[in-house]
């Protein structure tokens, strides 16, 4: 006997509703109370964030009405006024995430909004970059995670008016330039004995910093330096911060060898390294870092001329679990080959590997070891046919995949028409990663309209990226066909053009697999897009 599905048990339909793509749970809630109820009551709308740039009025009045129970939220390039004041008041209860961008508060109301408070008991994160909207929020009790860009600097006064509520920071990023002596601290008035009392709204002390951090040494887990000027003897001075025990850690580009390891050997917590934007970093800090932090779990390397022969002691890393490795143009080939000949890291759920000089060789084993990776991304490389059947047929749990100028790579990669294994292994086509969320294939020459159509056919592919300037050019109907295989695709960007350095497109992947439903008044991602989630008009967003 048939049953609607109307009639089944809340928990029952909850399991249904974790299966579903975010554009498919945005759908369901507007079915009936029951549906939204369900979706609600265990936070299944709480990964998407709604975008508001520029254009406000209009979006807020509709979002005035909203039944759906958003969390996170982000304003860009926004004049506050009062209708968002009150459209903030309103949703202060269930607000999770706030980010606020290039925003400022109208003058004429300025001096009202002091009155205004706003009880944000729940939210969690606050991101605040070049606004000056601190001044709504006298009152953050939960909040574990605050990022601080404010131009020219974050202030003494800032911090402290922030310091005052916080009692549970786990996250930290701010900038600045970070004054640390005398003669700085008198040319900007700044008396130690009353940092706490007459902090100054001029500039950032050393003082003031430490004192912030000193507060929460007990709950804080994470720091970002990046975007903070402080010399090396203070930020050696913040790891021995009594009870500090840091997890995460993402050094300034000044970051000399001698720092980094002393760093880490005080804080000896860590698990999480990123070195983005420390190009000077060195063979020797790397080996100490994997010296006296055996269970990293993550390292990120960026841009690096002077690491190479470490890669062989990164391999080694029995916890690691996350490894990005781009443009260190000194790990060599053989380098790599040694490293993977006696590789001990076999719990790689995260790699990402650009313009490497790892074989194909090298690179075949080093997934077939580890096959429980979630995330791969392979830019500038030698992949092969060979490499990505095994791939498809060996690392199963794959959600995302980007390939981008790997030019050995041809239909019969995609397809699995290729006799490469030994004995009674068979190859499989990409098709086989059944729970594949996102594809990018970007500038691969060799694969043509009928392989990819023959190998682009996933249950669960959310978002497809395909973009190619030289080679087969892209049909007119390939995107129908594409949907037609893909059910749960509902972001595409298919081009002929290059679109490799289109910001908004970069941002889209990188950000994957959050959510975001964007309200703005115009722009697109590249040529022949569908935004996640949004179809976007002058009367605000319609659920495609």
Same mark, same amino acid.
């Given at each position: +006997?048939?049953?609607?599905?109307?009639?089944?048990?809340?928990?029952?339909?909850?399991?249904?509703? $974790? #299966?579903?793509?975010?554009?498919?749970?945005?759908?369901?809630?507007? %079915?009936? &109370?029951?549906?939204?109820?369900?979706?609600?009551?265990?936070?299944?709308?709480?990964?998407?964030? !709604?975008?508001?740039?520029?254009?406000?009025?209009?979006?807020?009045?509709?979002?005035?009405? +909203?039944?759906?129970?958003?969390?996170?939220?982000?304003? =860009?390039?926004?004049?506050?006024?009062?209708?968002?004041v009150e459209f903030l008041k309103q949703y202060s209860k269930q607000l999770i995430k706030l980010t606020f961008k290039n925003c400022e508060i109208c003058p004429k109301y300025e001096s009202e909004f002091q009155d205004e408070i706003l009880h944000c008991d729940n939210l969690k994160c606050l991101s605040i970059v070049n606004s000056k909207v601190i001044s709504l929020f006298p009152y953050l009790p939960n909040v574990t995670d605050v990022t601080l860009?404010?131009?020219?600097?974050?202030?003494?006064?800032?911090?402290?008016?922030?310091?005052?509520?916080?009692?549970?920071?786990?996250?930290? =990023?701010? /900038?600045?330039?970070?004054?640390?002596?005398?003669?700085?601290?008198?040319?900007?008035?700044?008396?130690?004995?009353?940092?706490?009392?007459?902090? =100054?709204?001029?500039? *950032?002390?050393?003082?003031?910093?430490?004192?912030?951090?000193? &507060?929460? @040494?007990?709950?804080? &887990?994470?720091?970002?330096?990046?975007?903070?000027?402080?010399?090396?003897?203070?930020? *050696?001075?913040?790891?021995?911060?009594?009870?500090?025990? *840091?997890?995460? +850690?993402?050094?300034?580009?000044?970051?000399?060898?001698?720092? !980094?390891?002393?760093?880490? %050997?005080? $804080?000896?917590?860590?698990?999480?390294?990123?070195?983005?934007?420390? @190009?000077?970093?060195?063979?020797?800090?790397?080996?100490?870092?994997?010296?006296?932090?055996?269970?990293?779990?993550?390292?990120?390397?960026?841009?690096?001329?002077?690491?190479?022969?470490?890669?062989?002691?990164?391999?080694?890393?029995?916890?690691?679990?996350?490894?990005?490795?781009?443009?260190?143009?000194?790990?060599?080939? $053989?380098?790599?080959?040694?490293?993977?000949?006696?590789?001990?890291?076999?719990?790689?759920?995260?790699?990402?590997?650009?313009?490497?000089?790892?074989?194909?060789? #090298?690179?075949?084993?080093?997934? +077939?070891?580890?096959?429980?990776?979630?995330?791969?991304?392979?830019?500038?490389?030698?992949? #092969?046919?060979?490499?990505?059947?095994?791939? @498809?047929?060996?690392?199963?749990?794959?959600?995302?995949?980007?390939?981008?100028?790997?030019? &050995?790579?041809?239909?019969?990669?995609?397809?699995?028409?290729?006799?490469?294994?030994?004995?009674? %292994?068979? =190859?499989?086509?990409?098709?086989?990663?059944?729970?594949?969320?996102?594809?990018?294939?970007?500038?691969?020459?060799?694969?043509?309209?009928?392989?990819?159509? /023959?190998?682009? $056919?996933?249950?669960?592919?959310?978002?497809?990226?395909?973009?190619?300037?030289?080679?087969?050019?892209?049909?007119?109907?390939?995107?129908?066909?594409?949907?037609?295989?893909?059910?749960?695709?509902?972001?595409?960007?298919?081009?002929?053009?290059?679109?490799?350095?289109?910001?908004?497109?970069?941002?889209? !992947?990188?950000?994957?697999?959050?959510?975001?439903? @964007?309200?703005?008044?115009?722009?697109?991602?590249?040529?022949? %897009?569908?935004?996640?989630?949004?179809? !976007?008009?002058?009367?605000?967003?319609?659920?495609?």
């Open positions: +006997m048939a049953i609607h599905i109307s009639s089944l048990p809340e928990e029952v339909l909850i399991q249904i509703f $974790q #299966s579903l793509t975010v554009h498919q749970r945005l759908i369901v809630s507007l %079915v009936c &109370k029951k549906w939204l109820h369900a979706m609600e009551c265990h936070e299944l709308l709480r990964d998407i964030e !709604i975008k508001f740039l520029k254009e406000i009025e209009k979006p807020v009045a509709l979002f005035s009405h +909203m039944t759906r129970r958003f969390q996170c939220f982000s304003f =860009s390039e926004i004049t506050i006024n009062k209708s968002i860009y404010l131009y020219p600097g974050v202030t003494d006064f800032i911090i402290f008016k922030l310091n005052k509520t916080l009692s549970n920071l786990e996250s930290l =990023s701010l /900038n600045g330039f970070v004054l640390s002596n005398e003669v700085a601290y008198k040319s900007h008035k700044i008396c130690e004995e009353r940092i706490e009392t007459d902090p =100054s709204n001029q500039a *950032l002390s050393f003082e003031g910093l430490k004192k912030c951090i000193e &507060k929460h @040494s007990r709950t804080l &887990k994470e720091i970002n330096f990046v975007q903070l000027m402080l010399s090396s003897e203070f930020v *050696l001075n913040i790891a021995e911060i009594k009870g500090l025990k *840091l997890k995460r +850690m993402t050094f300034p580009s000044y970051s000399f060898p001698f720092l !980094i390891e002393k760093f880490c %050997v005080t $804080q000896s917590s860590l698990t999480y390294l990123d070195f983005s934007n420390s @190009s000077k970093v060195t063979d020797e800090a790397i080996l100490a870092v994997c010296k006296c932090l055996p269970n990293l779990e993550t390292l990120i390397l960026k841009n690096n001329h002077e690491i190479g022969d470490c890669i062989s002691q990164i391999l080694q890393l029995q916890h690691l679990t996350q490894l990005h490795i781009t443009y260190c143009r000194k790990i060599s080939q $053989q380098r790599f080959c040694n490293a993977v000949s006696n590789l001990k890291t076999f719990k790689l759920k995260y790699l990402k590997l650009v313009c490497t000089e790892i074989t194909d060789d #090298s690179l075949f084993k080093l997934l +077939m070891c580890n096959p429980n990776i979630e995330h791969l991304s392979i830019t500038l490389s030698n992949i #092969s046919n060979k490499t990505l059947n095994m791939v @498809s047929k060996t690392l199963i749990h794959l959600k995302t995949l980007k390939l981008c100028e790997c030019r &050995k790579i041809s239909d019969s990669g995609l397809t699995g028409r290729y006799q490469c294994f030994p004995g009674p %292994v068979c =190859s499989a086509p990409l098709s086989n990663l059944k729970n594949l969320r996102m594809l990018t294939l970007i500038q691969i020459p060799l694969i043509t309209n009928m392989g990819c159509a /023959n190998a682009i $056919q996933f249950p669960k592919l959310e978002c497809l990226i395909l973009s190619r300037f030289e080679g087969f050019p892209f049909k007119n109907k390939f995107e129908e066909i594409l949907r037609r295989q893909n059910p749960c695709l509902h972001s595409i960007c298919i081009s002929n053009y290059d679109i490799r350095h289109t910001s908004s497109l970069v941002e889209a !992947i990188d950000s994957w697999p959050s959510a975001s439903l @964007s309200i703005i008044r115009s722009g697109h991602l590249g040529p022949r %897009v569908v935004h996640p989630g949004a179809r !976007i008009g002058a009367q605000g967003p319609k659920l495609a």
